[in-house]
């Protein structure tokens, strides 16, 4: 995962993942969480350390008070994109415009990357299989929110399968 972050110009996390896990985001410099009103949201994660370099940014609707925006814009750059929801196609579009950005990856959480699906805006994904067994209503999963009808989503085509110790990392591509 660190690799391929290096790779790419802007990593994109999810807020339920963000308070989940409270990653870095490192090493790329351009670290952005999406919400719909930063609720819950600490200026004290780690992605939004000064001493990282780089730039954070909060991608959020309307619905973001003004104290949220208060409390975060000191710590990031907050970039309102939607009113219910932040529209990925938008924030795509900003990512590229104001930062120039031209290969980004989402990290998820499951609802940020059915939005992602649901914008037609996956062109590779990048599975892990570890040998780890989770499970039940709570186990995070791929794709979260309401799931897609059977074709609204094309069939992954296997690009590649490496193998790390007991680990397979699994890269697909998908014909938009």
């Known amino acids: 995962m660190l690799a391929l972050r290096g790779r790419v110009d802007a990593v994109i996390i999810g807020a339920a993942n963000l308070r989940a896990d409270d990653p870095d985001l490192m090493p790329n410099r351009l670290r952005v969480v999406v919400t719909r009103a930063g609720d819950r949201i600490a200026p004290t994660a780690k992605m939004f350390g000064k001493h990282l370099g780089g730039e954070a940014i909060v991608a959020h609707t309307s619905m973001m008070s003004s104290e949220t925006r208060e409390a975060l814009q000191a710590q990031a ?4 994109l939607g009113v219910s929801d932040v529209d990925i196609p938008r924030l795509l579009e900003w990512l590229c415009r104001e930062r120039g950005c031209k ?3 989402c990290e998820g959480g499951g609802v940020l990357a059915a939005d992602f699906f649901a914008a037609k805006s996956v062109d590779e994904l ?20 309401s799931g897609f009808e059977p074709d609204a989503i094309p069939d992954g085509q296997l690009k590649s399968v490496e193998r790390v110790g007991d680990e397979l990392y699994l890269t697909y591509t998908f014909p938009w």
């Open 126 to 145: 990048h599975l892990t299989v570890v040998p780890r067994i989770l499970g039940g209503s709570n186990a995070p999963t791929c794709v979260g929110g």
């Open 103 to 105: 290969t980004v990856v």
């Open 77 to 80: 750059t907050l970039v309102e």
